[in-house]
C-alpha cells in the first residue's frame, strides 16, 4: 500500500523505495527515508531528537514542523494570544485525501479548520491544507492558506515556515548561496549582511535571510540537499550549539552535532491576504550526494 492511515500518522511509500512518515499532530514529517542517484539504499534524511514527544503532548524537536501564523515569539495584534511559532505545529490535523498515487509521486493532503481551541486565541478565519509528496529522491511539502472569511471582513495577516531538521554532520555543513543577503542575527541581536561565500554553523547560529535566493545548497562531505522554494522569500540557519542547545529539554545530548535546521518561510513581514483568496508557500527538498546541480 503506497499510502497507510493509521491511527496517528500516515505513511508513504514510493515504489522505488523511499518513504515518509506523517504524525496527524502537527501535520509533521518525522522520518523522510530515500537514496540517492549514487546510493539507491534508502536512509533516514530528517533529525528527530530521541527525547522528543510524538504523542501530541508537544510540538515534535526534529522532522518538519510547520510553522504559522506566526514565527517566533507574536509579533502581530491578530497573534498577541498566540505563542513562539503559532498553533499549527500541535494541533491534530485531519487527514484529507491522496492526491497523487503513480510512478512521479505519492502525494497526500491534509487539513486545518479552525477550532474552539484556536478560536480562542486568533479569530481570523482561515483553512489551512497541507499537501505532501514524495517522489524518488524528494520530498515537497506545499501549504495552502485559504481566507475563508465574509466578503466584508478584513485580510488574514500571517507568517509560515517549514521547520526542516536536515540530519547532517552540524560542524561540516556549509549552506549556499547567501552572500550579500540581509539578515537578522537572533544571537547577536543585530542585523547584518552576509558576508561568507558559505555559510556553517559551527557556533551558535540562529540567522533570519530576508529576500534570499529562494533555491539553497546544504552539503557536507558525502552527502547534501538542495532546498527549493516557492512564495517563501526568507530562509533561516538554526543551529544551537551546546551553547543554546544543552537548554532546550526535548533535545537528546549532543542532537545539536546531528542537524541544520535550514528553514524557507514568509517570515520578515506578513502575507495580507483578502477575504476568498488562497496563499501557496512550498518546498521541494532534494537528495544531491552533495553535487550542485546548474539548473
Ligand atoms: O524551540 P522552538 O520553539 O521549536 O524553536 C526552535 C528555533 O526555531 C527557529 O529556528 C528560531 O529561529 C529559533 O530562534 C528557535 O530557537
Redesign the pocket.
Known amino acids: 500500500m503506497p499510502v497507510e492511515h493509521l491511527n496517528d500518522r500516515i505513511l508513504l511509500k514510493h515504489p522505488k523505495g523511499s518513504s515518509a512518515e506523517i504524525l496527524l499532530y502537527g501535520a509533521s514529517v518525522i522520518s523522510w527515508k530515500s537514496g540517492s542517484i549514487s546510493n539507491p539504499a534508502p536512509q533516514e534524511r530528517l533529525f528527530v531528537s530521541g527525547k522528543s514527544a510524538l504523542d501530541g503532548s508537544k510540538?515534535v524537536?526534529g522532522g518538519i514542523?510547520v510553522v504559522f501564523p506566526c514565527?517566533?515569539a507574536p509579533s502581530h495584534p491578530d497573534h498577541a494570544k498566540l505563542s513562539?511559532?503559532g498553533f499549527a505545529r500541535s494541533e491534530k490535523w485531519n487527514f484529507g485525501v491522496v492526491v497523487m498515487d503513480n510512478d512521479a509521486g505519492v502525494s497526500v493532503r491534509l487539513t486545518l479548520l479552525p477550532n474552539e481551541g484556536i478560536k480562542e486565541k486568533f479569530e481570523q478565519p482561515f483553512q489551512l491544507d497541507y499537501v505532501v509528496t514524495l517522489a524518488e529522491h524528494q520530498l515537497s511539502t506545499d501549504l495552502h492558506v485559504k481566507n475563508t472569511g465574509l466578503s466584508t471582513a478584513g485580510p488574514i495577516n500571517f507568517q509560515a515556515l517549514f521547520?526542516n531538521y536536515i540530519l547532517a554532520p552540524a560542524n561540516e555543513v556549509l549552506v549556499t548561496p547567501l552572500q550579500g543577503v540581509s539578515y537578522h542575527d537572533?544571537v547577536a541581536a543585530a542585523d547584518k549582511v552576509e558576508t561568507r561565500a558559505a555559510v556553517d554553523v559551527r557556533s551558535f547560529t540562529?540567522s533570519?535571510y530576508e529576500n534570499a535566493p529562494g533555491k539553497y545548497q546544504v552539503t557536507w562531505p558525502g552527502g547534501g540537499v538542495e532546498v527549493r522554494t516557492q512564495h517563501l522569500k526568507d530562509v533561516?540557519v538554526?543551529n544551537?550549539q551546546k551553547e543554546?542547545g544543552s537548554k532546550?529539554g526535548d533535545m537528546e545530548e549532543g542532537g545539536w552535532e546531528k542537524y541544520v535546521?535550514v528553514?524557507p518561510g514568509y517570515v520578515r513581514g506578513f502575507v495580507s491576504l483578502a477575504t476568498g483568496e488562497t496563499w501557496t508557500g512550498g518546498q521541494v527538498i532534494t537528495v544531491t550526494d552533495g553535487l550542485t546541480s546548474k539548473v
Request: aromatic share 12%; charged share 20%; proline share 11%.
Open positions: 510540538a524537536r514542523p514565527f517566533g513562539q511559532h521547520h537572533k540562529d533570519v533561516v538554526w544551537p543554546a532546550i535546521c528553514e
